[in-house]
């Protein structure tokens, strides 16, 4: 026994050396693909790094958490980023003196000046809690990616609705994953990554969109197939369109809804 042990060392240390040159032991059929594919890769680590091109770099302001290169569509100072969506008129909701702004029933919805296709959205907005609505009546508004597809906002704190009506989904469409609003009443926050659709020469759908949201950093839409306009009545629509402006809805049902920090960062 005595004599076999250097042996077992050695062998051991052969074992551990495989491993980390990443030729984990085969059988005898896998060793067949694992050695062809072995033949084509690297063996250096320097063969798989690159150092250009740089990342741009992105400071994050220490106040607000907006990132450097974000367009800030709505800092609460005014509404020189939006327009009246009916007849591209100023807008006509409250501006609020703590940095918010609260929709104005009846106004109509409001939309950004500029267009955007694929984006990274921050949107804080706050339900009313004077609001005796319910089901669809109840703090219902909705920002719409494109002017189109609408991320619904609704209270859903003790009040049911069709689930692919509720806050967080893509109305009509996709319910989201869970419910993760907050109370009644306080500030929710919706992190959102959108891809618009794209469409070919003939104007049909080559790729639909998609889009991936968090409701106060909860994952709710995990890469959500958009599958065209969010219809209250009919079926989605998938009419060829470029850029398009952020929209916020109107219910026309006082809902109060409020909305403050808004930003994207073009992607
Ligand atoms: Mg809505």
């Keep these: 026994m005595r004599n076999i ?9 052969a074992s551990c050396e ?11 059929e896998q060793t067949t693909v694992t050695e062809t594919i072995t033949e084509k890769e690297p063996t250096t680590p320097e063969q798989t790094e690159y150092y250009s091109p740089k990342p741009p770099v992105v400071s994050i302001n220490p106040e607000t958490g907006i990132p450097s290169d974000a367009i800030i ?7 020189e980023q939006w327009v009246s969506t009916n007849d591209s008129t100023e807008v006509k909701w409250d501006l609020n003196s703590d940095g918010s702004m609260t929709v104005k029933d009846q106004t109509g919805n409001i ?6 296709g694929d984006i990274q959205l921050h949107v804080e907005w706050r339900s009313n809690p004077d609001s ?7 703090s219902n508004s909705g920002i719409f990616l494109q002017g189109k597809y609408e991320l619904q906002v609704l ?3 003790d009040n049911d609705t069709y689930v692919n009506g509720q806050v967080g989904s893509i109305y009509k469409q996709t319910p989201p994953l869970v419910h993760a609003a907050l109370p009644t009443g306080q500030w929710n926050r919706y992190d959102v990554v959108y891809h ?27 890469n959500t197939e958009i599958k065209g306009t969010t219809e ?14 952020l929209m916020l809805q109107d219910h026309g049902d006082k809902s109060g809804v409020s909305y403050r920090n808004i930003w994207v960062r073009e992607l």
């Design 5 to 13: 042990f250097p042996l077992l060392v050695v062998v051991f240390l």
């Design 18 to 28: 495989d491993v980390k040159k990443g030729q984990p032991q085969q059988s005898t």
């Design 73 to 79: 569509l709505f800092d609460g100072s005014n509404f």
């Design 111 to 116: 939309q950004t000046k500029r267009n955007f």
């Design 132 to 138: 005796k609505g319910s089901n669809q009546s109840k």
């Design 155 to 157: 209270d859903n704190n």
């Design 196 to 222: 618009a659709p794209e469409f070919d020469s003939n104007g049909d759908k080559a790729k639909s969109g998609n889009i991936t949201v968090f409701l106060n950093g909860v994952l709710i839409q995990d």
């Design 232 to 245: 209250y009545i009919g079926w989605p629509k998938n009419e060829a369109h470029g850029d398009g402006p």
